[in-house]
C-alpha cells in the first residue's frame, strides 16, 4: 500500500506569511507525529496524534505553531508569522496504534522563510 | 526527560562489523529501544526494535544489557551503502517529549 504523502515537498515563503503544511499517514494508522529537523540536526519532536486528539503539543516551539487531524487521518502543520529561524525539513510519520510501534515517515516538507 | 547519548559519527571499511553503542540512563519500565537509518533527504528508516537481551533481524542486531541503560546496534558486514546517520529513539506507549531522537551517529563506510 501507499507510504506516508507529505505537500508540497518544498515551500518558498516570506517571512510574516502563514504557511499549510500536509500529511497523509498510511491508511489504518491511528498514531502521526510531527517533527522538525534544521540543517545537519537531529529530528526535533512537535506533536503525537492519537487519532484526531493531541494528548502531547510539548514539542511546539510557539503559539504560531499549531496542527489539527481530521477524521483520524490526514493531518495539517500550520506555522502563522513565519520566521526564518521557522526554515527547516518538516517530517510527518505515522504507526499503527502506539508511540512503541514502528514509525513510517513521509518524504517531509522543505521549508524556506526569506 | 529521558535523553540518548551517541557518538556523533563513525567511520569504517566495507566488510567490517560496525557496532554503535546508545546510552540512555534515564530509561523507564515501560520504555523501547528503536533505531532508526536516515539517508540525505529521506525520512529515517526503522531498522530494529528491543526491549532487553538480544534482538536480530536481517540486517542488523540489538544489544540490551540486563539494567537496559545503554543498547548497542551491530551492522555486520557493512557496505557503502550503509553509509548514513543512524538514531537511537527511547519511548513508551505515551509518546511524549521523548520523541525527541537527537543527533544521531553519521556513519560513513569506506572502500
Known amino acids: 500500500g501507499a507510504g506516508v504523502s507529505q505537500s508540497p515537498s518544498n515551500k518558498v515563503t516570506e517571512k510574516g506569511k502563514d504557511v499549510e503544511l500536509r500529511c497523509d499517514p498510511i491508511?489504518?494508522?491511528?498514531?502521526l507525529y510531527w517533527y522538525r529537523q534544521s540543517l545537519g540536526q537531529g529530528l526535533e519532536f512537535l506533536i503525537y496524534?492519537?487519532?484526531?486528539?493531541?494528548?502531547?503539543k510539548s514539542g511546539l516551539p510557539s503559539d504560531r505553531f499549531s496542527a489539527e487531524r481530521t477524521g483520524g487521518s490526514v493531518s495539517t502543520l500550520t506555522i502563522q508569522r513565519t520566521q526564518q529561524e521557522d526554515s527547516a525539513v518538516y517530517l510527518c510519520?505515522?504507526?499503527?496504534?502506539?508511540?512503541?510501534?514502528?514509525?513510517?515517515f513521509g518524504p517531509g516538507t522543505r521549508l524556506t522563510v526569506l | 526527560l529521558a535523553k540518548t547519548t551517541q557518538p556523533i559519527s563513525m567511520d569504517s571499511y566495507e566488510g567490517q562489523e560496525v557496532n554503535i553503542t546508545c546510552s540512555h540512563n534515564?530509561?523507564?519500565?515501560?520504555?523501547?529501544i528503536t533505531w532508526y537509518q536516515q539517508f540525505p533527504s529521506q525520512g529515517p528508516r526503522f531498522i530494529i526494535q528491543?526491549?532487553?537481551t538480544k534482538v536480530t533481524n536481517e540486517v542488523a542486531s540489538l544489544f540490551i544489557p540486563a539494567d537496559r541503560k545503554s543498547s548497542t546496534l551491530s551492522l555486520p558486514r557493512v557496505s557503502l551503502s550503509d553509509t548514513a546517520v543512524y538514531y537511537c529513539?527511547?519511548?513508551?506507549?505515551?509518546?511524549?517529549?521523548?520523541?525527541?531522537f537527537g543527533t544521531g551517529t553519521q556513519l560513513k563506510v569506506e572502500l
Open positions: 510519520a505515522s504507526s499503527f496504534q502506539t508511540s512503541t510501534d514502528t514509525q513510517y
Open positions: 529513539l527511547v519511548v513508551g506507549a505515551g509518546g511524549g517529549n521523548k520523541l525527541t
Open positions: 528491543g526491549y532487553k
Open positions: 491508511s489504518g494508522h491511528t498514531a
Open positions: 534515564n530509561i523507564a519500565t515501560n520504555d523501547y
Open positions: 496524534f492519537q487519532g484526531n486528539s493531541a494528548p502531547d
